[in-house]
């Protein structure tokens, strides 16, 4: 598994993810709207975009009422409110890639903030493409279980499509390109297996591993990236051991 999502994992755990309630849903409604508006229009079922997004936010509890404001919203009813989307890149400690997608209605407002939580926290915001070539868009779905059976997983990911099966600590993770993903997420499902999180994103092609020092300050800047308002998902290609990531996470 790739270091953030351990980080991920252990995270929902904890319940640090439902401790920031308000603020995840304050971003599933803006990726909901943005989905609606831009993506293919309100038809879920016509629109892969936004029917991730609505699974998201069922996973999360959002109650369906919010859902249907929220495409309705990015259809132009009632408050109409746009946002843009931005990738922003940059380094963090230990030489670490990292980007950053935003949803914003201030262009300027966002890249300050983002600016500055990299350099308080050893970062620095770089230019358009120094770190985006270290990242691939792909589809990946988490299974987690003492349990697991890895030789069902196997047969049925690859079957459906899938280009990587990932051992970890308890968890596998299940890589496709983007046009296989809900085939493979739908199989895996069919078959009992259903994930735990399942999320298009990008992933990356090369890791750094840290440990120590190094990975708490990696980690305290992804987190104050997570944080902000505009931000919708931070990625880095980051790399620390689950034991590790225990420790810093206690």
């Not at 280009?163 to 296989?180: F, K, L, N, R, Y």
């Amino acid at each position: 598994m790739s270091g953030h999502s351990k980080w991920s994992t252990i995270k929902r755990k904890k319940g640090a993810v439902d401790a920031k309630r308000g603020k995840l849903f304050t971003k599933l409604i803006r990726e909901i709207a943005t989905a609606a508006g831009i993506g293919g229009g309100g038809d879920a079922s016509a629109n892969p975009r936004l029917r991730l997004a609505i699974e998201k936010a069922r996973a999360a509890n959002m109650p369906r009422d919010n859902i249907e404001r929220a495409i309705k919203k990015g259809l132009g009813e009632g408050d109409v409110q746009r946002y843009e989307e931005i990738v922003y890149e940059g380094y963090g400690p230990a030489g670490v890639a990292v980007l950053v997608a935003a949803l914003t209605d201030n262009r300027n407002r966002t890249a300050g903030e983002v600016r500055h939580v990299f350099s308080k926290h050893g970062g620095n915001l770089g230019e358009s493409g120094c770190v985006s070539y270290l990242f691939e868009k792909k589809g990946v779905l988490l299974l987690e279980g003492e349990a697991l059976e890895l030789d069902r997983i196997y047969e049925c990911a690859l079957e459906a499509g899938a280009e990587d099966v990932i051992e970890g600590d308890g968890s596998v993770e299940v890589v496709s390109e983007p046009a296989s993903f809900e085939a493979v997420r739908d199989a895996l499902t069919r078959a009992g297996l259903e994930p735990a999180e399942a999320e298009l994103g990008m992933r990356p092609s090369t890791s750094v591993a840290l440990a120590g020092a190094e990975a708490e300050s990696v980690l305290r800047l992804a987190e104050a990236l997570e944080e902000l308002d505009d931000v919708q998902d931070v990625y880095a290609n980051f790399d620390i051991s689950a034991a590790e990531m225990e420790v810093l996470a206690s």
